[in-house]
Every structure is written in structure tokens, then in C-alpha cells.
């Protein structure tokens, strides 16, 4: 992918940090994307929850339900011990088999090819309509399951590594980060570009640029980043390796969680 010219320098700025990290990063495997019903199991799950959590659930899940529209007909106390682990397990009890159940009152089945063809900002606006679906979870929806839409999946980490970098506000929240940056991606970013950019800055975001310290001695991005302090020419620390387990992909680095939170290729959306 070359390109050199962009009409905004923030787009310039996006795609060099891209590069950075995919020059660090390394070569991130292609995962097996669900069908739209499920990525919305295992996004809803994944909302403030780490991946190997929301994954252990959705599989009880889909384990325990011989489909998706049996378990639209299951009782929260049906569904509530098999997603103890997760975070809000009681909300999600009642509010995923009444989110399969709205699919299937307004559409007939649990297919959702339908979105597909729509425009993704209206696309984005149906998802939303339903009770517990957000931008975050309604983007996964649309990226990383089998519709690969361009939407962009901002979760805290990315929503703070973007503000450190100045390209978006502390005060923004996800629904109005994404339509300040999805106008500034490069024109030639396709669905797996822009989930490839989500999971590495996540991956920045999980391993040295924390919540409440940065390790901007060892980040790729230091020299860009205004925010940048303590800086050295040290990147030795930060991940080179290719990530074979896309559902833990960060168990090798040596910084923060070992796993990731959410969960899309990687990560299935959602973080603490």
C-alpha cells in the first residue's frame, strides 16, 4: 500500500502511525469471521469483559443452544450461569436473547444480509436501534464479522492512545470519535485494513500506552506522538513477533494484560 499525497494531514498522520506499528507489530494472522448474529454474541459478551472471558462464554453458549434462534427464546436465568466470568453477566442475560429476538420480529431470521447493501452510517443506526448495541459493538458487528464493512471499532484504548496523539478530544466518546475519524482513514483502507489499524493500536494501548502511565521510551510512535515524554531509542521491548492465537494475541508481549479485551479477529470488541 503506497501513498504519499492526502488532502488532510491528520490522514497523513493516520497512516504513518499505521505503518509504524505494522512495521513493529509484525504480521498479524487472518482469523475466521463469524456470521453477523454471532460477532453480536461475542461483541455483546466482550463489552468491558477480556477476550479469553467473552470467548469461554460465547462458546458455553453456543455449546449449550443448538442455534442461535433457541437461544433467542432462553430465559436470562437460562443464560446467566453460562456466562458467569463476564462483566455485567445479568444485563447481558436478558439483553442478548432479546437482541436475537428483535432481529428476528423486524427480519424474519438471524441471516442480516440486509446490511450488507445498506450505507454503513445507516447500517450503523439500525444496529444501534437495538437495546445494549452501541457504536463500538454495532462497528464490530460490521467489520469483523463475515459483512467486512468498513466501520472503524473504537474502544478505550483507542479512543486514548488517539487523544494522546492529538487527533481527537479527552471529551470525545466513541460515537463521536468515529464520525470525526472515519472521514480522516485513507480512501484505500478496506475492512481488513481499518481492523488490522484497530488491533494495533490496541495492542499500543494494552502494552505501553496505559491508562495511567505511558512507556513512551519503548513506543514506535514516540517520535509523532506530542504527548511523547521520556523518550529513548529503546524499542526492544515491544512486540515483534507474529500473533498465531488472534483470540489472546498479546500472551508474548512482555507489557500489561495477557489478554485482550473485547475480542474481534483478535478481539471481539470491549474492554475494562
Not at 484504548?157 to 471529551?171: A, E, K, N
Request: aromatic share 6%.
Amino acid at each position: 500500500m503506497q501513498t504519499t499525497l492526502f488532502q488532510d494531514p491528520r490522514t497523513e498522520t493516520l497512516f504513518e502511525i499505521d505503518k509504524r506499528l505494522a512495521q513493529t507489530i509484525g504480521r498479524l494472522d487472518k482469523r475466521h469471521r463469524l456470521e453477523p448474529a454471532h460477532q453480536l454474541v461475542l461483541s455483546m459478551l466482550g463489552n468491558r469483559t477480556y477476550d479469553y472471558q467473552s470467548r469461554a462464554a460465547y462458546e458455553r453458549l453456543v455449546k449449550r443452544f443448538s442455534s442461535l434462534e433457541v437461544l433467542s427464546r432462553a430465559q436470562p436465568n437460562e443464560v446467566l450461569p453460562l456466562i458467569e466470568g463476564v462483566n455485567f453477566a445479568e444485563v447481558k442475560a436478558e439483553r442478548i436473547p432479546a437482541a436475537l429476538d428483535y432481529i428476528i420480529s423486524s427480519q424474519g431470521d438471524l441471516r442480516m444480509d440486509f446490511l450488507r447493501d445498506m450505507p454503513v452510517c445507516k447500517a450503523l443506526t439500525w444496529l444501534s436501534c437495538i437495546n445494549g448495541v452501541g457504536r463500538k459493538v454495532s462497528a464490530a458487528v460490521l467489520n469483523f464479522s463475515t459483512l467486512a464493512r468498513p466501520a472503524l471499532v473504537l474502544d478505550s484504548h483507542h479512543l486514548r492512545v488517539l487523544s494522546r496523539l492529538g487527533l481527537i478530544s479527552q471529551r470525545h466518546n466513541a460515537e463521536k470519535a468515529y464520525g470525526l475519524l472515519m472521514p480522516l482513514l485513507p480512501t484505500e483502507w478496506n475492512a481488513e485494513d481499518i481492523e488490522l489499524h484497530h488491533v494495533r493500536i490496541k495492542i499500543l494501548g494494552q502494552q505501553l500506552c496505559h491508562f495511567s502511565h505511558a512507556l513512551c521510551h519503548q513506543c514506535p510512535l514516540r517520535e509523532v506522538c506530542p504527548s511523547a515524554f521520556n523518550i529513548s531509542s529503546d524499542k526492544s521491548n515491544f512486540v515483534h513477533a507474529p500473533h498465531k492465537d488472534r483470540m489472546r494475541m498479546t500472551s508474548a508481549l512482555p507489557f500489561g494484560k495477557n489478554d485482550t479485551e473485547g475480542g474481534s479477529v483478535h478481539t471481539s470488541s470491549g474492554q475494562p
